[in-house]
């Protein structure tokens, strides 16, 4: 559960960084293995991104006027 902007701004690395490394692998791997290998990837991935989406759109804003 990310808490703060910082979570945030970290949890937003590891997924670019999780995308990157898909990108590399694709290259690499076979068309048979590839299911198999990408799948544990993009669970981590869509979890972290269901996790900024909570954040960003749970609670009310803070409060910049005072």
Same mark, same amino acid.
Request: no cysteine.
């Given at each position: ?11 937003? @690395? ?7 490394? +898909?990108?590399? *692998?694709?290259?690499? =791997? ?13 669970? @981590? ?7 900024? +989406?909570?954040? *960003?759109?749970?609670? =009310? ?6």
């Amino acid at each position: 559960m990310i808490r703060n902007v910082h979570e945030l701004a970290v949890t937003r @690395e590891r997924v670019a960084s999780l995308e990157k490394l +898909l990108e590399a *692998l694709r290259k690499t =791997a076979r068309p048979e293995e590839w299911p198999a290998l990408s799948s544990g990837y993009r669970l @981590e991935i869509e979890r972290m991104q269901g996790e900024m +989406l909570d954040y *960003l759109v749970e609670g =009310a804003p803070a409060d910049t006027t005072a």
